[in-house]
């Protein structure tokens, strides 16, 4: 979790600042708007992280704390990796044959794929604390 001051920043001001920023992206939608909470979700196709927003006052300054969600890019892949090996398996099983190297070429594209969705992840918070930085202190 990491924590971001900004200087002079009312609750609703910084909430509506990130509601319009996940708007104007394709890859980012709102999925639970509160008074002091914000959770987006970042999605490629599939929705693969959440992130949250926490805010609160604080001697006259406002703090953040992000959170991000890691569970919807294993729960929505690791059954991709699992149809894909099943494939596999009945295809060598049909064919009786023993194709190992499928098999690792597979697992070998399902983490290039993970390794893509968290650059995309990152990028997009990026993206966010990039429009965000001329407030904070």
């Given amino acids: 979790m990491k924590e971001y ?34 959770i987006i979700a970042c999605q490629v196709a599939i929705p693969v992280a959440f992130i949250k927003f926490f805010v609160q006052q604080q001697d006259g300054n ?12 294993f ?6 990796l699992l149809a894909l090996e099943g494939m596999m398996i009945g295809i060598s099983f049909v064919v009786d044959t ?15 794929a993970i390794i893509f969705l968290t650059y995309q992840i990152f990028e ?11 407030i904070e202190v």
């Fill in 5 to 38: 001051e900004y200087l002079a920043l009312q609750d609703h001001e910084f909430i509506e600042m990130i509601d319009a920023i996940s708007r104007e992206r394709n890859t980012l939608k709102v999925k639970k708007k509160t008074e002091k909470r914000i």
């Fill in 62 to 73: 406002l703090n953040v704390q992000r959170k991000i969600s890691w569970w919807p890019l």
């Fill in 75 to 80: 729960a929505f892949t690791v059954p991709v």
């Fill in 98 to 112: 023993q194709i190992y190297y499928s098999y690792i070429l597979i697992a070998l594209t399902w983490v290039i």
């Fill in 124 to 134: 997009e918070l990026d993206l966010i604390l990039k429009k965000l930085y001329r």
